[in-house]
């Protein structure tokens, strides 16, 4: 009898696939979230990727909407429905953007979408695979944020150098020059002129070395980052204190100071930068508005934020004032110390240090009446920080 084996003729039985086998090719990706979405959006199947990255067990999500995944501003940019749309136009959705997981935390993912077709051309839902980029979002993020800090370093050297060799060299050179004069004829001057020139040594001085320590300040936040030590803080108090030690400064020129921030406010920052933030902003405040004007501090929860306004009623700024405040060159700091309304370094300070909190400062002005100086802080100590880096697009094949 002839053997079946030794039988070229005879065609081994093949294995076909079933269901249950793709099914488990799909839950061995742990790096992938996989799922499917019926034609309304409804999610019907999960993979055990999916609950690896996104925190939902199968059963948590089935039934749910395919907008459980997107955060809260895509979801008012209608981000979700733009990607079926690409879909349906040229047959897939590709991006890259931040997903909330259920425990609420942020992850970065590389997406893409794609329709599902029954084997009669059925249109019956759409594919979602999700690959978690996070760790190398965050790496794009720190080389990104890191050459950034060396163009404004670069940026800013000049100006810094200038007022090393001008905005203090000079005035020192006043002051020793006034001092000298005064040695040499102090016996012969009448106490009234010696007086006043007492007055500008002394006025001078004391501007020579606040300009000082706003330098020391400048290259703290730059150089020292070991000081930095961000806490959970009660904004409420932090504003009340130093509205209190500025009360005697606003209330000789008749200025109403006064905040409205909430008992429960608070805030993830360092302690002493936010000490120098809101003196800043405020005496800024306090020497740009005219005798009766009013100064007032509030705050408002945003997102997983706070948004600090210091509103005045002073003199205000053109655009092209505004435009520059943050960017200071020699001219514009030399004018300014000219007419006592400081160097402008404590606002490259305030900036730096919301920067370093993960804060950022910009400013609504009207000439003749008034300016608002608003802030960000985080309320919370943040998970990941989401940088203007997050348009760049990885490759699909990452």
């Avoid at 690959?131 to 000049?158: C, F, G, M, P, W």
């Amino acid at each position: 009898m002839e053997n079946k084996q030794d039988n070229p003729k005879v065609l081994k039985k093949r294995y076909i696939p079933t269901a249950a086998f793709y099914s488990q090719i799909i839950d061995s990706l742990q790096d992938y979230s996989i799922f499917t979405l019926d034609k309304d959006f409804i999610i019907n199947s999960w993979s055990s990727g999916s609950t690896k990255i996104f925190g939902y067990e199968t059963e948590e999500v089935i039934g749910e909407s395919f907008d459980l995944i997107f955060t809260e501003n895509d979801l008012e940019n209608g981000v979700p429905r733009r990607e079926i749309e690409t879909t349906l136009i040229e047959g897939r959705a590709t991006d890259n953007r931040w997903h909330i997981a259920k425990d609420k935390s942020l992850f970065y993912a590389y997406g893409l979408v794609f329709p599902l077709i029954g084997f009669d051309g059925e249109m019956l839902g759409y594919v979602k695979i999700l690959r978690d980029l996070t760790e190398r979002k965050q790496s794009e993020d720190a080389i990104k944020n890191y050459v950034k800090e060396l163009e404004e370093l670069n940026t800013h050297k000049e100006s810094v150098l200038a007022i090393l060799s001008h905005d203090l060299r000079s005035p020192l050179s006043a002051i020793i020059g006034t001092a000298k004069y005064l040695k040499d004829n102090f016996h012969k001057m009448k106490p009234d002129n010696v007086q006043e020139m007492l007055d500008l040594l002394y006025k001078s001085s004391v501007d020579e070395l606040e300009m000082l320590d706003y330098l020391v300040e400048w290259a703290r936040i730059k150089y020292a980052s070991d000081l930095f030590s961000p806490t959970k803080i009660n904004l409420n108090e932090f504003i009340e204190k130093i509205i209190k030690s500025l009360y005697e400064s606003a209330s000789v020129n008749a200025i109403n100071l006064h905040h409205e921030i909430e008992e429960n406010a608070s805030v993830f920052a360092d302690g002493k930068m936010l000490i120098s933030i809101i003196q800043n902003i405020v005496s800024n405040a306090i020497k740009h508005t005219e005798k009766g004007g009013t100064i007032t501090v509030t705050a408002k929860s945003m997102d997983d934020k706070i948004i600090v306004q210091v509103k005045d009623t002073g003199i205000g700024m053109s655009k092209e004032i505004v435009d520059r405040l943050f960017t200071p060159q020699m001219k514009t700091l030399s004018e300014a110390r000219k007419k006592n309304k400081g160097a402008g370094i404590g606002l490259l300070l305030v900036k730096g240090f919301l920067e370093k909190n993960g804060g950022e400062i910009w400013v609504e002005s009207i000439e003749g009446e008034g300016s608002s100086f608003y802030f960000t802080l985080p309320i919370d100590k943040p998970q990941y920080k989401i940088g203007s880096s997050d348009e760049i697009m990885f490759d699909e094949s990452a």
